[in-house]
C-alpha cells in the first residue's frame, strides 16, 4: 500500500518561498495523479495544484494565481510544490493525495490516498 509523506512546512514572513516535498513509499506515482490541498483551520479542504506522473500535465487552482508551481522527479519518486511570494492567507496545513483515476481532480473525494500534511505558517 502507498504511504505519502509531506515535509518543508515551517514558518515564513510575508514574501518568502518554501518548497514542499511529497514523498512516495511502497509504490510509484507511475499511474497517478497527485495533488496537493491545503487546509486553514474552520475552512473546507481547498485544492491547490494537480499533477500528472507520466507526462507532466499540471492543472492549478484559482487561490495560487500564478506564485506555486508544482513539479515531479520521477526518480525519487516526489513531487514538490514551489511556493513564492508568500501571504498570510496562504497559512494552512499542506496534504499531497493520490488519485488513481488520473482525473486532475480539485474534488478531494476524488483521491484516495493522502499524506498526514505539513503546516506553513506565514508572518508579517
Not at 518543508?8 to 507511475?30: I, M, P
Amino acid at each position: 500500500q502507498v504511504q505519502l509523506v509531506e515535509s518543508g512546512g515551517r514558518l515564513v514572513q510575508t514574501g518568502g518561498s518554501l518548497k514542499l516535498s511529497c514523498a512516495a513509499s511502497g509504490r510509484t506515482f507511475s499511474t497517478t495523479t497527485v495533488g496537493w490541498f491545503r487546509q486553514a483551520p474552520g475552512q473546507e479542504r481547498e485544492f491547490v495544484a494537480a499533477i500528472s506522473w507520466r507526462g507532466g500535465t499540471t492543472v492549478y487552482g484559482s487561490s495560487p494565481a500564478g506564485r506555486f508551481t508544482i513539479s515531479s522527479d520521477n526518480a525519487n519518486n516526489t513531487v514538490y510544490l514551489q511556493m513564492n511570494s508568500l501571504k498570510s492567507e496562504d497559512t494552512a496545513v499542506y496534504y499531497c493525495a493520490t488519485d488513481p483515476k488520473a482525473r486532475y481532480s480539485s474534488d478531494p473525494n476524488d483521491y484516495d490516498t493522502w499524506g498526514q500534511g505539513t503546516q506553513v505558517t506565514v508572518s508579517s
